[in-house]
């Protein structure tokens, strides 16, 4: 997950079989349902970000 936040090389991201997993489903899903989705991380990554920055 610290990659998603910049925290983590990609080469980590590869290495959690979870993540994998996770990305796999999506990019199965029908593309209407994988925007939905992707725009909900995205906002959920934009609220991390801003937490963190400031902590």
């Not at 936040?5 to 899903?29: P, Q």
């Amino acid at each position: 997950m610290a990659y998603l936040v910049g925290e983590a090389d990609t080469n980590e991201l590869f290495k959690n079989a979870d993540m994998l997993r996770r990305l796999k489903d999506i990019s199965e899903l029908p593309e209407q349902d994988r925007e939905a989705i992707l725009y909900n991380i995205d906002a959920l990554l934009r609220d991390a970000k801003t937490r963190l920055a400031y902590k």
